[in-house]
């Protein structure tokens, strides 16, 4: 099955500093959403994407719909050790009632 | 509490036997689906359904096995036939199909081991 290309694979930053992760994809996606995973839990959504050029942020996370509908990124401000986990794109595209997810960025926060 | 149980969340199978791995949901959503999770790969679809009694294959549906009687119940059996089944599995609902662009929410998951 198709997949998304999210990059980095792992990011290791200071308490504090900014984080930013994207993913792309050759084909035309009209919903990107992105996930958190603790380890050994399930994925717990943090932003929904619906319509290109889209900015939407949730306390100091902020994802774009890409305008040409084949990227996406999420931006962390200001990170704290909490924000440690994996974060996943994952895209549906029209008309599919599939979400295709990226491999994930591995972050972790080091106080 | 509304959301998504699954159940058990520590499995052990011996080698040549069937598993079944349960998924509830109260929030009345209509679309269940099952994502099985291996180191470095992301998630990977099993099986999805839009509707009770209807259910279609994801990407990796061989060797596994669902039903929906249920709108609230969407359960997974691992076949003896799914040579490398040891994995995270991840069970997911989402209000409507696809076509309303409503997201998925998933369950807490479950560890399936083979001894």
């Known amino acids: 099955g198709q997949q998304l290309n999210q990059s980095p694979q792992s990011m290791f930053i200071q308490e504090g500093e900014d984080v930013s992760m994207n993913c792309t994809s050759s084909?035309?996606?009209?919903?990107w959403l992105w996930y958190k995973q603790d380890p050994g839990e399930g994925p717990v959504l943090l932003i929904a994407l619906y319509k290109a050029g889209e900015l939407t942020s949730n306390g100091r996370l902020t994802a774009q719909f890409g305008i040409t509908r084949k990227d996406s990124f999420l931006n962390i401000s200001a990170s704290i050790p909490s924000d440690v986990g994996i974060y996943f794109c994952a895209g549906r595209q029209g008309g599919s009632e599939k979400l295709v997810f990226g491999k994930g960025t591995k972050l972790t926060v080091n106080p | 509490d509304g959301g998504i149980t699954q159940s058990p969340k520590y499995l052990f199978r011996k080698e040549g036997q069937n598993v079944t791995l349960s998924c509830e949901q109260n929030l009345n959503h209509d679309a269940m689906y099952w994502y099985r999770q291996d180191p470095g790969q992301g998630l990977r679809l099993i099986y999805y359904s839009q509707i009770v009694n209807d259910f279609q294959k994801g990407d990796i549906a061989e060797g596994y096995s669902v039903s929906r009687e249920k709108k609230e119940s969407f359960p997974l059996t691992v076949t003896s036939a799914q040579k490398n089944p040891t994995a995270f599995y991840l069970c997911?609902?989402?209000?409507?199909?696809?076509?309303?662009?409503?997201?998925?929410?998933f369950g807490e998951g479950s560890w399936l081991t083979v001894v």
């Open positions: 997911a609902s989402s209000p409507q199909g696809a076509f309303s662009g409503n997201t998925i929410y």
């Open positions: 084909s035309i996606f009209n919903t």
